[in-house]
């Protein structure tokens, strides 16, 4: 699990590569979400294009981070999601719960 992280104005976009999984993978997302949140950024947007797999325990990790940026008064949102994990998130009904974009400039557009 890899995470390159850019801003684009005051929105940080964590480019995530790899697989999210129970230990490496949900740590570095916890992790930079909340170093984000620490440096004052609350616009937050997870781009999953080149994630490749996702456990229940990343499923949890995002469910976490969302929760978190939330109470902060900030917000996540999803960007350019796999079919995977797209069908994953709408058998959860977390679909509901997330912002989610196919587009980057309309995921920046959108705060």
Known sequence: MKIETRTVGDVYI???SGKIT???GTMAIRNTVRDILKSGGRKIILNLADVNYIDSSGIGEL???FTTVTNQGGKLKLL???K????LLQITKLLTVFSVYDDERAAVASF
């Open 80 to 82: 350019n999601l796999t």
């Open 14 to 16: 964590l480019d995530c």
């Open 22 to 24: 129970l230990g490496e």
């Open 63 to 65: 469910v976490s981070s």
């Open 84 to 87: 995977k994990i797209q069908e």
